[in-house]
């Protein structure tokens, strides 16, 4: 596998962690619907967070953050709603980014970003 394969993975991996200790429960990671992928998603307490990790090894061309395009955006408001419908689910729903940072060192950044967008935006 790739070294950026790798970092991914291990960014994901670290995210999850990091929902977990926020209360929060993993329902799927990678999940998938036709060519698009959520990333990871977490329930806690009538609440669904959709959330897109981006994981760089240094921030010299932005954060990761800024990464994430408004087509990104439109296509995980999409599989949210097919989520939602399939799943059956009426909780609230949320979209996140988690930016995580790995140093050469072996540590780590992890920056959460809650309501990173709406749907209401993208309309």
């Not at 990091?18 to 992928?37: M, S």
Request: hydrophobic share 35%; with cysteine.
């Amino acid at each position: 596998m790739a070294q950026h394969n790798d970092t991914g993975k291990e960014g994901e991996r670290l995210a999850c962690c990091h929902l977990e200790q926020q209360g929060f429960a993993i329902v799927a990671t990678n999940w998938r619907r036709g060519k698009y992928e959520v990333d990871i998603i977490a329930y806690k307490e009538g609440l669904i967070v959709f959330a897109e990790v981006k994981t760089r090894s240094s921030t010299d061309f932005g954060s990761p953050e800024q990464f994430v395009t408004r087509a990104k955006q439109r296509a995980y408001i999409r599989m949210a709603n097919d989520y939602v419908i399939h799943h059956q689910r009426e909780e609230e729903v949320r979209f996140d980014i988690i930016s995580v940072v790995m140093s050469a060192d072996g540590s780590s950044t992890i920056s959460q970003i809650e309501n990173a967008f709406t749907a209401y935006e993208q309309c």
